[in-house]
Each structure stands twice: as C-alpha cells, then as structure tokens.
C-alpha cells in the first residue's frame, strides 16, 4: 500500500465513494440524523462505507483515558468498524505519561504502530508524519470549519501542513471545594489569581489543606505555567513566531507562583505526575485544582460527598488576561513508517463523524472540534445526563472556547513549541523560582535561553517562522 496518500487521491476517491455508496447522503445523516437529534440517552452511532476500498489490519497506540468509560465503549467501536469494512483492528492503550516515549521510540525505529494518540502537543514529529491536511479538508467539507484552537494546534502555517488530525479537546477549568472556599468568603470559587493566592492561602492556614497547582516537569504543571503566563501578559513566543518569554511581566508571573507556592502549597507538588492533582481532590487534600472534570467525574463513583463539593470556575484573570490552556488536545498521528495510512485516515473520519458518541461516552470530557457534529452538547451541559448535583455543574463549558488557548498561543503550536512542552521548560521554570534555587529574572533569562537554542534549531529546518 501508498506510503503517502495524496490529497488528490483522497479526494479522488471519496468522490468515487460518493457516487457509488451515496456520500452526500450519508454526511446528512452524520451531522442531522438521529445522533445528532438525541439529547437523552447514548447517541445512535453512524456509518458511512469508506472512500476507498480497505484491507490489512489497523494497529492503533492511544492513551488510557481518565474516563475509563470511554475506553470500553472505544474498543468495542474501532472492532465493529474493522468488520463491516474488512480491516483488523488492534488497539493498545498506555499509560498517557508513556505515549510520548513510546511514539518517539517507534519513530526513530522506524516501525510501529499505524496511528498514535497523544492528548498534547506532538508537532515536534511533523518530519516523520504524514500530512493530514487532506482528512481536515474532508472534515470541514462536511461538517463546516474547525475550531480555531484545534486548528491552531496541529496546522504549520510554515510548511502549510497538519502535522496531526485534532477532531477534539477538554477544557480546564479551575476545581474548587465549595464548602472551604465559602468559609473564605468566596462561594463562588476565586476569579482572579489575586483571590486564588489569598483565598488558598487562608484556607492552608486554617485547615492545612492546600492548593494543588503542579510545579513538576509533568503535563498538567505545563498547561498552569502557560495560564499563568498569558493572564500576567507574557508568552513562549509571539503571533509571528518570535521568542518573547524574558519580559518583565514573565517574572512577575514567576514571583506570583513563588508567593502562591510559599503560602498555600506543599513540596508534593514538585514531584506530580498527571494523575497526582486528581488524586489529591479526590482525596479531600486539595482546596483547588486546574483539571479536566475527570476527577469530579472518578469522586462521583468513589466518593460521593467530594464530588458534590467539586464545583468548578473559568480561567482565573490577571493582571492582562483571563486565558487557561486547553486541558487535552487530540493530536492524531499517522507515521511515515505506517504500513495501513487509507485505513488510518479513514477510522479517524468515522471516528469523527461519531463525536455525539465521542462527548457522551467519555462522560463530557471529550469536546468535538467541529461543534456542528454535536449540537446537544449544550444540553448535556446544562443538564448532565450522569446525575450531576446541581445538573447544571458543567454549564460554565458552554464558554470554554472564549478562556481557552492552545499550546503556543498567541503563535501556533509549532514544532518548537512542541519540544519546549516535551522538555517541560516553563514548569521547570517557575519550580526552580519557587525552590529559592533562582531568582524569578533568573528563571526566566535561562528558559529564554533554552526556548532560542530550541527555535533556532526548528528555524534552520524552515518548520518555523519568526
């Protein structure tokens, strides 16, 4: 099989497939049909014969999801699609911490698995990936255009190429305990970073439950870095690809963290995995998290009483902006070394034409990158079909795609940016800050350091501009 399918031939092929098995049609039904239309119970998934005639087998490296609902229902989707269109289907699920070892591992071997899943930034793999550009193309003639934020984090305005397919996103939010924060005066969760530091801070000193924002070279501590970053005023790079980082607003933000870690936080939190902030809020050991709602989600079946103390705020404002990262970002890979790319590209169009399944079965986690594909979203938001106590918990999602950025924001998620995420950069940043090891222009001059010797190297490959 083609290691490369050309976009002239995606196309070419799925023009054939609208002629022989009714395309147009059957993209009505994906996007009007009966899942589409379904705001109670699970949506009624669809299928839509490929655009190509496909064999062989499938083999598919993902994460485990932090809702273990949607692996289920995931597992048992991919399997039926392979049987109606001839296609053996393998999925492996790891450890999200292992994916980007593993996929890197695969690269430089040169052999592995036909698609890969990471939930952040891959683009620093666009030399050993095929271009998606023709699957997003697909995607929009279908279903109308992407979402910005997704674009933005797998589109290279440089080479003109999507580097990976982004059919989905999870904001992130701000976790709070309500019951503590009213004991502080501030029912409704803190707003602002100001009230975060004070109100954390109030809280450790009255209960000795603290604050858990991660300061670990781990993947949450990099999605806080940033938020902190944008809503002080500074950011890696700017919208044309200029490194900016070392600025006087960057160490201001790098002081807040050292005085937010200093009055309303412990050592733990230099030592995080992904997992650790759940664990923690689920535990009664945290005031305040910046998550997915995966840990609500994980307390409402272990512990009942937390979960409905769990309530959630948007980007918290600072002195510039109120901006958080997004939580995940799908980033669908399919290797050079890929020995079934039709196959690939094709599972991730089902896959996607799916998304009302997608939303519902990862209990809300998972927001579509094409928001026409789930118009009952909003409904699942202010009414939520699991039993949320109030049901409308999740509301404030509705807005998610106003206070969230992606990975490189105010720029895109470039293949420098990819590899400044990978080496945790900015969280070692601000951890060495708060540790006293440095001081915050201190941090902030050495990462500018690394973040130009990173950018310089992705400028003489031309995959960055700037």
Same mark, same amino acid.
């Not at 683009?123 to 697909?138: A, G, I």
């Not at 949450?220 to 700017?238: H, I, P």
């Not at 600072?318 to 399919?334: D, E, K, S």
């Given at each position: 099989?083609?290691?490369?399918?050309s976009?002239?031939?995606f196309?070419?092929?799925?023009?054939?497939?609208?002629?022989?098995?009714?395309?147009?049609?059957?993209c009505?039904?994906?996007?009007?049909?009966?899942?589409?239309?379904?705001? *109670?119970?699970?949506?009624?998934?669809?299928f839509?014969?490929?655009?190509?005639?496909?064999?062989g087998?499938?083999?598919?490296?993902?994460?485990?999801?932090?809702?273990?609902r949607?692996?289920?229902?995931?597992?048992?989707?991919a399997?039926?699609?392979?049987?109606?269109?001839?296609?053996?289907?393998?999925?492996?699920?790891?450890?999200?911490?292992?994916?980007?070892?593993?996929?890197?591992?695969?690269?430089?071997?040169?052999?592995?698995?036909?698609?890969?899943?990471?939930?952040?930034?891959?683009?620093?793999?666009?030399?050993?990936?095929?271009?998606?550009?023709?699957?997003?193309?697909?995607?929009?003639?279908r279903?109308?255009?992407?979402?910005?934020?997704?674009?933005?984090?797998?589109?290279?305005?440089?080479?003109?190429r999507f580097?990976?397919?982004?059919?989905?996103?999870?904001?992130?939010p701000g976790?709070y305990?309500?019951?503590?924060?009213?004991?502080?005066?501030?029912?409704n969760?803190?707003?602002?970073?100001?009230?975060?530091?004070?109100?954390a801070?109030?809280?450790?000193?009255?209960?000795?439950?603290?604050? *858990?924002?991660?300061?670990?070279?781990?993947?949450?501590s990099?999605?806080?870095?940033?938020?902190?970053?944008?809503?002080f005023?500074?950011?890696?790079?700017?919208a044309n690809?200029?490194?900016?980082?070392?600025?006087?607003?960057a160490v201001?933000?790098?002081?807040?963290?050292?005085?937010?870690?200093?009055?309303?936080?412990?050592?733990?939190?230099?030592?995080?995995?992904?997992?650790?902030?759940?664990?923690?809020?689920?535990? *009664?050991?945290?005031?305040?998290?910046?998550?997915?709602?995966?840990?609500?989600?994980?307390?409402? *079946?272990?512990?009942?009483?937390?979960?409905?103390?769990?309530?959630?705020?948007?980007?918290?404002?600072?002195?510039?902006?109120?901006?958080a990262a997004?939580h995940?970002?799908?980033?669908?890979?399919?290797?050079?070394?890929?020995?079934?790319?039709?196959?690939?590209?094709?599972?991730?169009?089902?896959?996607?034409?799916?998304?009302?399944?997608?939303?519902?079965?990862?209990?809300?986690?998972?927001?579509?990158?094409?928001?026409?594909?789930?118009?009952?979203?909003?409904?699942?938001?202010?009414?939520?079909?699991?039993?949320?106590?109030?049901?409308?918990?999740?509301?404030?999602?509705k807005?998610?795609?106003?206070?969230?950025?992606?990975?490189g924001?105010?720029?895109?998620?470039?293949?420098?940016?990819?590899e400044?995420?990978s080496?945790?950069?900015?969280?070692?940043?601000?951890?060495?800050a708060?540790?006293?090891?440095?001081?915050a222009?201190?941090?902030?001059e050495?990462?500018?350091?690394?973040?130009?010797?990173?950018?310089?190297?992705?400028?003489?490959?031309?995959?960055?501009?700037?």
């Amino acid at each position: 099989m083609a290691d490369r399918l050309s976009r002239r031939g995606f196309l070419t092929s799925t023009a054939l497939a609208a002629g022989a098995y009714g395309l147009t049609a059957g993209c009505a039904s994906e996007t009007s049909g009966p899942a589409a239309r379904n705001t *109670g119970g699970a949506p009624k998934e669809v299928f839509s014969s490929p655009g190509r005639k496909l064999s062989g087998s499938l083999s598919v490296l993902m994460w485990s999801h932090f809702v273990p609902r949607h692996d289920k229902w995931f597992d048992k989707f991919a399997a039926d699609w392979g049987k109606k269109v001839g296609v053996d289907v393998r999925i492996d699920h790891i450890n999200t911490v292992d994916v980007p070892r593993r996929a890197a591992s695969e690269i430089q071997a040169g052999r592995g698995h036909d698609l890969i899943q990471h939930i952040a930034p891959f683009s620093q793999y666009e030399p050993s990936v095929l271009d998606m550009t023709d699957v997003v193309q697909e995607a929009n003639r279908r279903w109308g255009q992407q979402l910005e934020l997704c674009r933005k984090s797998s589109f290279n305005p440089n080479t003109e190429r999507f580097y990976c397919y982004c059919p989905g996103w999870s904001p992130d939010p701000g976790n709070y305990r309500k019951s503590m924060w009213q004991k502080v005066g501030m029912p409704n969760g803190p707003g602002s970073w100001d009230e975060l530091l004070r109100g954390a801070s109030e809280i450790k000193r009255t209960t000795g439950v603290p604050c *858990g924002l991660g300061l670990s070279p781990e993947t949450d501590s990099n999605m806080v870095a940033r938020a902190l970053l944008w809503s002080f005023g500074a950011s890696e790079q700017d919208a044309n690809e200029r490194v900016t980082l070392n600025s006087d607003e960057a160490v201001a933000a790098v002081d807040f963290m050292t005085r937010l870690w200093k009055g309303a936080e412990t050592e733990e939190v230099f030592s995080w995995v992904p997992a650790s902030n759940n664990q923690q809020m689920i535990a *009664g050991k945290s005031s305040y998290i910046v998550n997915s709602i995966s840990a609500w989600r994980t307390a409402a *079946g272990t512990n009942p009483t937390i979960a409905d103390d769990i309530f959630f705020v948007p980007a918290l404002r600072g002195p510039r902006a109120a901006l958080a990262a997004q939580h995940v970002i799908q980033q669908w890979i399919v290797p050079k070394h890929a020995g079934n790319p039709d196959a690939a590209k094709e599972f991730l169009l089902h896959y996607t034409a799916n998304f009302p399944s997608v939303t519902y079965h990862s209990e809300l986690y998972d927001l579509p990158a094409w928001p026409s594909l789930v118009p009952q979203a909003n409904d699942w938001l202010d009414k939520d079909p699991y039993g949320a106590n109030p049901p409308n918990k999740l509301s404030l999602l509705k807005t998610a795609t106003s206070w969230s950025a992606n990975i490189g924001y105010p720029g895109p998620s470039n293949p420098a940016i990819g590899e400044i995420f990978s080496t945790n950069v900015l969280p070692t940043m601000f951890g060495r800050a708060a540790r006293g090891q440095v001081s915050a222009k201190q941090a902030v001059e050495e990462a500018e350091g690394q973040i130009n010797r990173i950018f310089r190297n992705w400028r003489n490959r031309r995959l960055v501009g700037g």
